[in-house]
């Protein structure tokens, strides 16, 4: 017997089921169906290893800041305790690579504020540690704050030639500042501390809902 199809039933791609469920803040259930969707894992524990070494290695070839904008940075900042850091229950290995991506896109949009904080406090610490670099770095931002007043006070603006000969002089003193003082060494540091962190907290944070548009009342 064939049953013949129902004129009322609606048919919605996977694609845009998933952009409604993203645009909707439903997160958490992306990540139930990612995680649903991976193949069961085998029962051998070398087996088990292997998937998930190849999950993790997956990480590396990932750039977390592809779906980053600009508007990730403007809204406010997530709690510390109840969403950022959270309990431990809050998260979980990715059971696929593919889940690993769903979470590191999503978090890295939703914690942009959080991560560029961390960054900033590692930067603090690794300058903490390397006095000369905070020296070199605090000389920087003085000079800068030295060619803008007098750029102002004696109106350079008016002389593009002395005022571009003068920028460039400038930019090559930074340069030779932060060399001398190794900064970019500490700059270094904080990137690859704060990249891994970023790495890390983003794939192993599930995702939880996100705010909901407010619904309408009706009168």
């Given at each position: 017997?064939?049953?013949?199809s129902?004129?009322?039933?609606?048919?919605?791609?996977?694609?845009?089921?998933?952009?409604?469920?993203?645009d909707?803040?439903?997160?958490?259930?992306?990540?139930?169906r990612?995680?649903?969707?991976?193949p069961a894992?085998?029962?051998?524990?070398s087996?088990?290893a292997?998937?998930r070494?190849?999950?993790?290695?997956?990480?590396?070839?990932?750039n977390?800041f592809?779906?980053?904008?600009?508007?990730d940075?403007?809204g406010?900042?997530?709690s510390w305790?109840?969403?950022?850091?959270?309990?431990?229950?809050?998260?979980?290995?990715?059971?696929?690579?593919?889940?690993?991506?769903?979470?590191?896109?999503?978090?890295?949009?939703?914690?942009?504020r959080?991560?560029?904080?961390?960054?900033?406090?590692?930067?603090?610490?690794?300058?903490?540690?390397?006095?000369v670099?905070?020296?070199?770095l605090?000389?920087?931002?003085?000079?800068w704050d030295?060619?803008?007043?007098?750029?102002?006070?004696?109106?350079?603006?008016?002389?593009?030639?002395?005022?571009?000969?003068?920028?460039?002089?400038?930019?090559?003193a930074?340069?030779?500042?932060?060399?001398?003082?190794?900064?970019?060494?500490?700059?270094?540091?904080?990137?690859?501390?704060?990249?891994?962190?970023?790495?890390l907290?983003?794939?192993?944070?599930?995702?939880?809902?996100?705010k909901?548009?407010?619904?309408?009342?009706g009168?």
């Amino acid at each position: 017997m064939v049953f013949a199809s129902n004129p009322l039933s609606l048919s919605v791609p996977e694609a845009a089921f998933e952009s409604w469920l993203r645009d909707t803040g439903y997160l958490e259930i992306l990540d139930h169906r990612t995680s649903a969707a991976s193949p069961a894992p085998s029962s051998s524990s070398s087996s088990a290893a292997a998937s998930r070494l190849l999950t993790f290695l997956s990480l590396l070839t990932l750039n977390p800041f592809a779906k980053l904008t600009a508007d990730d940075f403007a809204g406010d900042t997530p709690s510390w305790s109840r969403s950022f850091f959270a309990f431990s229950h809050s998260y979980s290995f990715p059971s696929s690579p593919s889940q690993a991506g769903l979470r590191l896109h999503e978090n890295v949009k939703r914690y942009a504020r959080n991560y560029a904080y961390l960054f900033i406090l590692f930067l603090a610490c690794a300058l903490y540690k390397m006095p000369v670099a905070l020296v070199g770095l605090i000389l920087c931002l003085a000079l800068w704050d030295f060619f803008k007043f007098c750029s102002h006070r004696w109106g350079l603006e008016q002389y593009p030639l002395t005022h571009q000969c003068l920028l460039r002089i400038a930019q090559c003193a930074t340069a030779v500042i932060l060399i001398i003082s190794n900064v970019q060494m500490a700059l270094f540091c904080a990137i690859c501390v704060s990249y891994a962190g970023v790495i890390l907290h983003a794939a192993f944070r599930k995702l939880t809902p996100g705010k909901q548009p407010p619904v309408g009342r009706g009168r």
